[in-house]
């Protein structure tokens, strides 16, 4: 059997209950901070307004600069959160533990029969901390996943987020085996495929019919490179981010092709900072919106990026993809071929963007069907 398959389990339907008593007892908390939340959460969102759950939405407040925040809501068209504790920037110290103390306040008062998080960021920890000890039964959307590098901070909130968790969505096999390997009770464990596959599905098209990007840019399909960095053990790190921008120059020498970088606040602060010189080629813009980038990455040559999600995109539209990391949590990118990790060494980021740029791009999507945002919510009705 291809191991990339995903087998998907837990989709049998309502076992015995009527509809009208699902709704009754059902109350669910959506926990999200951080545009890549907002993302994935989406297609849960669409399907408990489509199946009329009781729901609401919970926003930390982790991301509030309006182009990694509320331009989602709206692009996305998603309800606005009922709450936004508004915990803003600083050390995880201080926003986890504004989180804490603002979910647990919230839960307190709304009583919710569970919360969802979703990925590996300071609200999933606070919002799996804050619930698990009210026992409130906590879901976690994205589980399994592991760098197995416990110096990045998302390495540990997935840790702790697992193990406090009730229902884990591990999105494939090789998430569902790390779970399994640490312990956890397999009764507790559904492999649903990832929600991004249905977040790119549900806008790919509208993306390609409402983005002008392109044009606006003045790009020609597959004639530039799309980058993205971003991540504390990259940016915060002087000779580490050196290395990308240097790596992006030889990149841009070698194909010239613009190198096109929409760049995250803490990416930006952190060029400033280190008084680092933005190298010819590389047109650093601002954060763009999801049918924006969808539009970027589905037609570029190559996509250089530490993101994680962005690995899951690449993967998924077929776009050769070179990770400015020495790990990943998204194994399946490189046992498909559609990803390959270069570090932040200059040469070897040029290596890597000439061995992927001749890639056959015919590798097959390991995430799943695009049907994990609905299959995540037939099982939580089932089994609550
Ligand atoms: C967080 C997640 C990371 C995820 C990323 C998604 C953690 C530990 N990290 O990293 O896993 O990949 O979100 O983008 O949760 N800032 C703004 N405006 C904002 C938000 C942040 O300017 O709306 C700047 C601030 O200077 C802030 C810095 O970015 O100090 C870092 O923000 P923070 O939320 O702590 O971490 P991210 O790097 O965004
Ligand atoms: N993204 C976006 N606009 C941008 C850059 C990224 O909409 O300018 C989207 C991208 O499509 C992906 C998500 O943001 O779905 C990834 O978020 P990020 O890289 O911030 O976080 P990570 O996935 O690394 O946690």
New binding site residues.
Partial sequence: MNENKIIITGGAGFVGRNLVEYFKIMKVAIILG???EIIKMAPIIRACEKSKIDYFILHTG????YN??KLFFEELELPKPKYNLEVG??T?AE?TGKMLIGIERILKKEKPSLILVE?????VLAGALAASKLHIKVGHVEAGLRSCDRRM??EI?RLLTDHTSDFLFAPTQSANRNLLREGIDKNKIFITGNTIVDAIYQNLELANKKSNILKDLNLTKRKYILVTA???ENVDNESRLKGILDGLEKTYKEFNFMVIYPI???AK?KIEKFNLKVPEGIKLIEPISFLEFLQLEANAKLVLTD??GVQEETCILKIPCVTLRDNTERPETLEVGSNILAGTHPKKILECAKLMSDKERKWENPFGDGKAGERILKILKEKL
């Fill in positions: 951080t545009r890549p982790q991301h509030y600069s990694l925040d920037s600083g995880h926003e990925g590996d960021t300071n609200t901070p998302e909130n971003h991540r504390e995250h606040p803490r602060k993101s994680g």
